[in-house]
């Protein structure tokens, strides 16, 4: 007699097939009060099958889309990774890059480039989109994660520096360049998991902007005057509160990290707290910090092997983060142009900062080695 290992409530424990004709799907979807046609599209999550199968740790998202005779889907951004393959048909891709696209084409698209799709009168397109961590794009059809708009020429223009959309362009490309930190090839490379040693000195360091993290946002929900971003903040608050600790007696912390420029690099954010206004704290905090924790944790989910479970440090932040990035986000839409320049400086100083704590904890793993 053999018996199969506990499977989670609602898993699937048999060999289960589903139609794409049973996954749910949606042909709209309403941004900022404005309608966008999206072809077809089946979120794999839609059906209950297909998302107990689906891991949450690290979270790939999975759609069928479809364009069909003229149809297409504007041209858009979104805050994370996303793969299409051209399954069938020919489609003809938009936005920063343009080309015809066949059968066996791959498009990948970094978060924030502008891009969107469009079929011949006559065509068809049948398509997979991927993403690899978080929310998939139209899963929650209610709250979709894209922001629609034109593509800008090569490099940019001086409108697009005074707008959301240029804003959030500029933070994804930001967020780009921070995944090829130092500190994200230790990740990739697989040695932190494999070397005891090495992930001890990692996880020590780590612990320091852990900590830092914590204070920034108490000190935040100190000084915020705004009721409604107050209630937002405090249930981030609640969200992060002792994930420090968490890190600390999960991993056994216990040696003293004795690195100037990681601390002052931490202490940064803490001190902007007590500078800046509450848009520019939703650009440091929401669109650059948590950015960079959805990041990292997505990639340093499988830090401790296949026996971490779903409260681990690494696993927590793989999700939470990538909702987290949203928090305030409508304080943004609805400043003039005028306001987007120094929110861009905001951005680039923060990104600037996290990617010099990244490379101050990379170099504190690999001191010695």
């Known amino acids: 007699m053999t018996t199969s290992p506990t499977a989670a409530p609602g898993a699937l424990t048999t060999v289960t097939t589903v139609t794409r004709e049973e996954i749910r799907p949606i042909t709209s979807v309403t941004v900022d009060g404005m309608t966008h046609r999206l072809g077809q599209q089946r979120d794999f999550r839609r059906h209950p099958a297909l998302s107990a199968f689906l891991p949450e740790a690290g979270r790939p998202s999975f759609a069928w889309v479809r364009l069909r005779d003229g149809e297409e889907l504007a041209v858009h951004q979104h805050p994370t990774s996303s793969m299409i393959l051209v399954c069938r048909g020919t489609v003809r891709l938009l936005g920063d890059t343009e080309r015809s696209l066949a059968e066996g084409d791959v498009v990948c698209v970094p978060p924030g480039c502008l891009h969107g799709f469009r079929t011949d009168p006559g065509e068809e397109f049948h398509g997979l989109s991927v993403q690899f961590a978080g929310a998939g794009l139209y899963e929650d059809e209610r709250a979709p994660r894209v922001s629609f708009g034109t593509a800008a020429a090569p490099g940019g223009d001086s409108r697009d520096q005074e707008t959301l959309v240029g804003l959030e362009r500029l933070n994804g490309a930001l967020a780009d360049r921070h995944t090829r930190n130092p500190l994200f090839g230790l990740l990739r490379g697989g040695r932190l998991r494999d070397d005891p040693q090495m992930r001890a000195r990692f996880v020590a360091a780590l612990y320091v902007w852990s900590c830092h993290f914590q204070r920034m946002l108490h000190a935040r929900q100190a000084v915020c005057v705004d009721p409604a971003l107050r209630d937002e903040y405090e249930m981030h608050l609640r969200d992060e509160y002792g994930h420090d600790r968490l890190l600390r007696d999960h991993y056994g912390v216990t040696a003293e990290v004795d690195d100037p420029v990681?601390?002052?690099?931490?202490?940064?954010?803490?001190?902007?707290?007590?500078?800046?206004?509450?848009?520019?704290?939703?650009?440091?905090?929401?669109?650059?910090?948590?950015?960079?924790?959805?990041?990292?944790?997505?990639?340093?989910?499988?830090?401790?092997?296949?026996?971490?479970?779903?409260?681990?440090f690494f696993a927590l932040h793989a999700v939470a983060d990538d909702d987290h990035r949203r928090i305030g986000r409508h304080r943004l839409a609805d400043l003039p142009p005028s306001e987007f320049p120094r929110l861009r400086a905001t951005c680039r100083q923060a990104w600037d900062q996290i990617d010099l704590i990244h490379e101050r904890i990379a170099a504190w793993t690999l001191e010695g080695r």
């Open 262 to 312: 990681l601390e002052a690099a931490c202490t940064w954010f803490v001190a902007q707290m007590y500078q800046l206004d509450e848009a520019q704290k939703v650009v440091l905090v929401h669109m650059v910090v948590e950015t960079s924790g959805h990041l990292f944790g997505a990639a340093a989910a499988d830090i401790h092997g296949p026996d971490a479970g779903e409260d681990d």
